[in-house]
């Protein structure tokens, strides 16, 4: 496996533990927060990378995780 294939893994699992972690809210709102705190906290190379992995098909990514994930794309 090469080194980006890991680090995509890595961003993929950490945006999902930051959906599970948000994810008791009522849905719109655990939506809006998962991406606020991706805008907030991820580096603009992070949040690009993560966009283009769920461009790409976005295996591996939840389904909370991959709606706030368009959020960020707009």
Same mark, same amino acid.
């Given at each position: ?30 939506? =809006? @927060?998962?991406? %606020?705190? *991706? ?7 992070? &949040? !690009?990378?993560? +966009?283009d992995?769920? =461009? @790409?098909?976005g %295996?591996? *990514? ?7 994930? &368009? !959020?960020?794309? +707009?």
């Open positions: 496996m090469s080194s980006a294939s890991r680090h995509d893994e890595k961003l993929v699992r950490m945006a999902n533990q930051i959906a599970e972690n948000l994810g008791s809210q009522a849905h719109d709102d655990a939506v =809006a @927060a998962v991406a %606020e705190h *991706l805008r907030a906290f991820w580096t603009p190379k992070m &949040r !690009r990378q993560l +966009v992995l769920a =461009a @790409a098909g %295996e591996g *990514l939840e389904p909370l995780t991959r709606e706030a994930v &368009r !959020r960020l794309a +707009v």
